[in-house]
C-alpha cells in the first residue's frame, strides 16, 4: 500500500492556488480597465514575452497515482504468481537461501 497525503491537505492546497490565481486576475483585469490603449498593448507584451520565457507547465501527478495506473496495466495472471510470503521469505526469493520456518 502507498502511503497518500490526506485528500484534505492536497484540496486546500488546489484550492488556495485557484484562489490566489483569481485574486491576481482579478486586480490585473481591474488595473487593465485605466491603462491607455498603448499600456495595455505593452502589458499583453510583457505577458507574451514571460509566458515564452516560462511556458506554464501542466500539472504533474502525485506518484501514488502514476504507480495506481502502472500496477493496472498488469494482468491478473501475474499478479497471481506474486509470492504472498514475500515479506517473511524475502531472503529466500532473492538469494535462494532454504525458506525459514514460521
Known sequence: MVAQPSSSIAASSTAE??????????????????LSPEQRRQ????????????????PQKPIWEKIDERMA??????WER??????????HYLYGTPKREL
Open 17 to 34: 492556488s485557484d484562489q490566489s490565481r483569481a485574486i491576481s486576475s482579478e486586480k490585473i483585469l481591474a488595473a487593465l480597465q485605466y
Open 43 to 58: 502589458v499583453l507584451d510583457s505577458v507574451e514575452f514571460l509566458t515564452q520565457k516560462n511556458p506554464p507547465q501542466p
Open 73 to 78: 496495466e498488469v494482468p491478473d495472471e501475474e
Open 82 to 91: 506474486v509470492p504472498t510470503d514475500g515479506s517473511y521469505q524475502h531472503d
